[in-house]
Nanobody
């Protein structure tokens, strides 16, 4: 089983920056991908960025060129650097990990961290 703890959210003005962290523990060896999702007020949860165990990275179109996902394997931590933030980036951000053990895939979620961008 994988446990995830997010941190780094907060209140920032338009154009500002924040860095979110997702620290993993437990069966980290089984993780195949870590993603950041977000859910804004009255909106569905959406994928923001993903990094796979072999280094593959993808972003949703609305954050390309502004957000960067990265990892520190030694610390079992994935980061989301968010620059040039916009009010529409306001959401609760969740870390997700997909782990595979014995061909069984499992989703793990963190508790979420709030990001608020003021105009």
């Amino acid at each position: 089983q994988v446990q995830l703890v997010e941190s780094g959210g907060g209140l920032v003005q338009t154009g500002g920056s924040l860095r979110l962290s997702c620290a993993a523990s437990g069966s980290v060896f089984s993780i195949t991908a870590v993603s950041w999702y977000r859910q804004g007020p009255g909106k569905q949860r959406e994928l923001v960025a993903r990094i796979t165990s072999d280094g593959g990275i993808l972003y949703t179109d609305s954050v390309k060129g502004r957000f960067t996902i990265s990892r520190n394997s030694a610390k079992n931590t994935v980061y989301l650097q968010m620059n040039r933030l916009k009010p529409e980036d306001t959401a609760t951000y969740y870390c997700n990990a997909i782990s595979v053990i014995s061909a069984y895939s499992r989703d793990s979620w963190g508790q979420g961290t709030q990001v608020t961008v003021s105009s």
